[in-house]
């Protein structure tokens, strides 16, 4: 039970690493074309905003909302 104990904690924390990757990684995209990464989707709940133009944009669904 211990040792499943530990395997599944350096899982998470592989996947906790990964997900900064990412995010890390998405948001420099964001920036190289302009824009900068919002916050979750408000409609959908899948997917982070872009902010760009005064509007956040979810890739998504499509959902365009004003600042």
Same mark, same amino acid.
């Given at each position: 039970?211990? &040792?499943?104990? &530990?395997? *599944?904690?350096?899982?998470?924390? &592989? ?6 990757? *990412? #995010? ?6 964001? #920036?190289?074309? $302009?824009?900068?990464? $919002? @916050?979750? @989707?408000?409609? @959908?709940? $899948? ?10 944009? @979810?890739?998504?669904? $499509?959902?365009?909302?004003? *600042?």
């Amino acid at each position: 039970m211990a &040792a499943q104990l &530990a395997t *599944l904690e350096d899982r998470l924390e &592989a996947a906790e690493r990964q997900q900064r990757l *990412l #995010r890390t990684t998405v948001a420099g995209l964001a #920036r190289e074309v $302009g824009c900068s990464l $919002g @916050c979750q @989707c408000s409609r @959908c709940e $899948g997917s982070y905003t872009f902010v760009k133009d005064g509007s956040m944009y @979810c890739p998504r669904c $499509g959902d365009r909302e004003p *600042l």
